[in-house]
DNA sequence: ATGAAAGCGCTAACAG
DNA sequence: CTGTTAGCGCTTTCAT
């Protein structure tokens, strides 16, 4: 019975023309409810298709109007609290919007990113949203999508000049802001980890963390600003490095909430207390930042809503083919948390 | 010129095709790498395919050959630490088999859910992938799938004896590990914290621990299970409730990582000392557990296997319009892991 | 308000 | 090894 089913051919609006002795144009038009066609013919052609269990041919459909109704998102890391909470974001909008998500994730990894790229050309998504890896420093891959104006919008990752649209906070205002607490906290010596410098948000901070310093006279160090990809690994070996300082840090901005709360362990494990021998600032807001105890200071903005943002701004761009407005920066909030981990 | 980029039309097989004096068909077979045709025609319509930068058009492809090489997964929760890793796995085995993934996001709501599935039957994914909101428990909208012998994977949710594939662990045997250990520990009160009972992989966990407790002649109470949907709200509840309770429980078996360490800081909160007042094991050995202190026990099993097992599964399916293997279980291995929240 | 006809870009059966 | 032909299922002029 069920294989009976399965071989089961699909109506199409030639079949449901056929039957009510009219033409294709008919039905096509009377589905899409063209005012053109009649009440009538317009409800005996619903009933049928209802009836007959058609099903419209997005294949078809979409050939001949050239268009896919298809977004697609280009993730550096699903292990990631931010990402994936910007993905809830985008997915409603999307899926909202009537327009279909399709994923590629590039783990990290430049090559992985291109090929994600070149798919999403090839499958002609309407537009494009990507986070891009901290080892992307060419974009030359991007280039067939701005040629032909194809929305490209960056979330949480801009990078120089590129062409297309940024949705980003100002993260060297975060930067700074969570430096400065750290020296109104009574810090001396303030740590920055950080993670690929090449990707402009993370230069942005550390920019930021500079002129807080400065600005209070102290000097910058090579040595308190460890450059990492803030994996697991990474702040293991940071944490070595730190212990093996001469002069130990009694501040430390870390870049991401979950390497902060590693720190925070691995620190303690060696006998560090927090905040009491060291503060730390994370960033992100992630829920593991108000489990870890003690309960951790940190960069707070809506990762869902950036999503959102981003979507949005997508989807009102589809149709522009002109090179205004094609490339701008939208800048969301954003506000330091205090909390335990630098309250002393 | 970007404006002049954007309105260069599309190449063709049929440009090339005149361009080159041959048909389209060499054209077309030339692309596919078909061994009929000669090493030379190849070698040039390639390189004309590459000068004037062709690209392959999908739509019409797909159409001809009515498939999508795509497939759709639905998430109930992408807030959740188990699914995204899931999503890690399956993107990585579809993408590398050249299929597409388009995502959907059911939220945890019924209808959502059925709009997803409705959506990806219409636009004929090649399978999907599926866990399903704990408020699911018709799967009638599964039909369309299952009549044409879709593909369908669940992940960690399998549904009683509804058809497809259904990816798990042993939930059963992982609730009777988790109750019998907390039992081992002393306990003389074991609280269950559940997810929605109408998931098996809940009910068959709860039925793990009820046994769990009947080996060692413990009574199962009512009050002592808790079913909720594990958000926060409801885990700040569920710790109004047992603080309210005449016989505090000394150990609690809580389906979830997040939910587990949001419990043990509220009870912290309210004085009770972990593990010295209560042990608590909690579920699925996300990142959280060993950074909360004391760290969780929990049972392990790996989230990102569990995906590529989906997505292999299903791939595997494919093309397989017979009712033979077409509904079966695969079932992964999962562990208990020991840590302090259940050390005295 | 409806129909006829052309075609989106590709593939496949058949012929040679 | 290559060409001819027909068509996947839909939309869209242009008629009427």
Redesign the interface.
Known sequence: M??Q????KEITIRDLAKKLNVSTSTISRALRDEPSISKQTKQKILNLAEEVGY??????G??RQ?K?TTIGVIANN??NHFI??A??GI??VV?DAKY??????S?ETGEKEI??VR?F????VDGLIISLTGRTSNLSHLNPF????IPVVFIESANGNSKGIKVIIDNYKAGFDATTHLINQGCKRVMIITGSLKRRIFADRLKGYKDALQQRNFAVLQECVIETDLSEKAIILAVDKILKMKFLPDGIFVNSD?AA??LM?SLNKAGIKIPDDMVIVGFNND??S????PQLSTINYDATEMGKVAAETLLNQLGN???NNYSYTVVLPSELIIRGSTLR
Do not use: W
Not at 55 to 60: D, G, P, V, W
Not at 121 to 124: E, S, T, V, Y
Not at 146 to 149: A, D, F, G, L, V
């Open positions: 069920f294989v089913d399965a071989n089961k099903r419209y041919n997005y294949l078809a979409n050939l050239q896919t699903l292990n994936t909470s993905l809830v997915e409603k899926s279909d998500l399709l994923i590629g994730h783990c090929v994600h798919n050309f090839r499958k002609r701005i040629e032909r104006r979950a709360a590693l362990k829920p593991i108000t489990l870890v105890k083919t002109s090179d």
